[in-house]
């Protein structure tokens, strides 16, 4: 798996936060919710259950122009780290294999009981009824539907990896989620991935994630 410097992905999320405040301030932005939320990973060892969490912050905004229009979203925070009982470390990374802005979305995920009057609500609306929702922790489904006819399944867990010496951050490499035990030994595998609304402040500068700040895949 090829990996590709964060600096890339850091001017880009630059450059939107940038462009959104200057439509805003240009009255062509319709600000959307802005939240923190919490992301847990859950490990069963054979130690017992092992977990990690970091707090992210959405931004969001949906442009409102003649010619264009949609809404865009950016994040920023840390990589989960997981300890596990022999003194290696799994990461959970801040995007996944099929969207690179998956983290921008992880808490519309999980799917909430239906409701007959969701169609009549504001988009304020339906993010407090999400919010609410959201005030317990969630699972985070392994599998979404995507395209423009939400007719496409996609892999909707973050990257996972590892490093064979956290001290190297060449020695970086994806972990398969739903075969850890290979990586890991026998009895190690994924239990669950939960996102929850916060007011928590936004992790930063875990000495642990510091060797992933500047490799992604």
Same mark, same amino acid.
């Given at each position: 798996?090829?990996?590709?410097?964060?600096?890339?992905?850091?001017?880009?999320?630059?450059?939107?936060?940038?462009?959104?405040?200057?439509?805003?301030?240009?009255?062509?932005? $319709?600000?959307?919710? =802005?939240?923190?939320?919490?992301?847990?990973?859950?490990? !069963?060892?054979?130690?017992?259950?092992?977990?990690?969490?970091?707090?992210?912050?959405?931004?969001?905004? +949906?442009?409102?122009?003649?010619?264009?229009?949609?809404?865009?979203?950016?994040?920023?925070?840390?990589?989960?780290?997981? !300890?596990?009982?022999?003194?290696?470390?799994?990461?959970?990374?801040?995007?996944?294999?099929?969207?690179?802005?998956?983290?921008?979305?992880?808490?519309?995920?999980?799917?909430?009981?239906?409701?007959?009057? =969701? !169609?009549?609500?504001?988009?304020?609306?339906?993010?407090?009824?999400?919010?609410?929702?959201? +005030?317990?922790?969630?699972?985070?489904?392994?599998?979404?539907?995507?395209?423009?006819?939400?007719?496409?399944?996609?892999?909707?867990?973050?990257?996972?990896?590892?490093?064979? !010496?956290?001290?190297?951050?060449?020695?970086?490499? +994806?972990?398969?989620?739903?075969?850890?035990?290979?990586?890991?030994?026998?009895?190690?595998?994924?239990?669950?991935?939960?996102?929850?609304?916060? $007011?928590?402040?936004?992790?930063?500068?875990?000495?642990?994630?510091?060797?992933?700040?500047?490799?992604?895949?």
């Amino acid at each position: 798996m090829r990996w590709r410097s964060q600096r890339a992905v850091s001017t880009y999320s630059f450059l939107l936060a940038a462009a959104l405040t200057f439509l805003s301030a240009c009255g062509v932005v $319709e600000s959307g919710p =802005n939240y923190r939320y919490r992301l847990t990973v859950e490990v !069963d060892t054979p130690q017992g259950l092992r977990s990690g969490s970091s707090v992210v912050a959405v931004k969001c905004g +949906a442009v409102r122009l003649p010619a264009m229009g949609g809404a865009g979203c950016h994040a920023r925070g840390e990589a989960v780290a997981v !300890d596990l009982p022999d003194g290696r470390t799994l990461f959970a990374l801040l995007h996944g294999t099929s969207k690179v802005d998956l983290i921008n979305y992880l808490a519309s995920s999980p799917a909430m009981p239906v409701s007959d009057d =969701n !169609d009549s609500l504001s988009r304020e609306q339906q993010w407090q009824r999400r919010a609410q929702f959201l +005030a317990q922790p969630r699972e985070v489904p392994r599998k979404v539907k995507f395209g423009k006819f939400g007719n496409v399944l996609v892999d909707n867990y973050p990257i996972f990896a590892t490093f064979a !010496d956290i001290g190297d951050p060449a020695s970086i490499r +994806a972990v398969n989620p739903d075969a850890l035990d290979s990586e890991f030994g026998a009895g190690v595998r994924l239990k669950r991935i939960t996102v929850q609304v916060t $007011e928590d402040t936004v992790t930063k500068k875990n000495q642990k994630t510091t060797a992933v700040a500047s490799q992604y895949v």
